[in-house]
């Protein structure tokens, strides 16, 4: 996802990062190189290097950092990025247990029902346009089964 625009607000300790879909927040405290009351926020712009997918900022100090957009839409927990994160962990696991399986490919496209094309499209972790119920279900032909577990978040 591209960042349009970034802005810093020293007052609020954060950036306010504009990508096409949202207006997102990023608080100071989730950056590696920290600014303080004597070491504020100077500048901060989207990083071309990055094809606008970052923005680096510079400090009264001189130091530099970067952020990525993925960093600041794990941070505003984005619905579509945490459900690409669950899909690319499940084709991740699902490439390593078609890589263990005792079944032959064409056994498992088969048990499938679907076509080579669309079984090597679920095994490549970049593609997100396939689904999570495409994933259980190669999972659940490699005998695996799945449990989703929710728990309160850890500090």
């Known amino acids: 996802m591209k960042i349009r625009s970034v802005s810093f607000n020293n007052r609020r300790k954060g950036f306010e990062v504009r990508t096409p879909r949202a207006v997102l927040w990023f608080p100071y405290g989730k950056l590696e190189a920290r600014p303080g009351p004597g070491n504020p926020v100077v500048r901060v712009s ?9 923005f680096t900022y510079r400090l009264g100090s001189g130091e530099e950092g970067t952020v990525h957009v993925e960093q600041v839409l794990e941070y505003n927990q984005d619905p579509d990025h945490l459900r690409n994160l669950l899909l690319y962990k499940l ?13 032959s490919r064409r056994e498992i496209i088969r048990r499938l029902g679907t076509s080579a094309a669309q079984f090597y499209r ?3 972790q ?3 346009r396939k689904s999570v119920d495409q994933v259980l279900t190669l999972l659940h032909v490699l005998d695996c089964d799945v449990d989703l577990v929710v728990r309160a978040k850890s500090a």
């Open 91 to 103: 084709t991740v696991e699902a490439q390593k247990r078609v890589a263990r399986s005792a079944l």
């Open 126 to 128: 970049t593609n997100y």
């Open 46 to 54: 989207v990083d071309p290097e990055l094809a606008r997918e970052g």
């Open 122 to 124: 679920l095994l490549d």
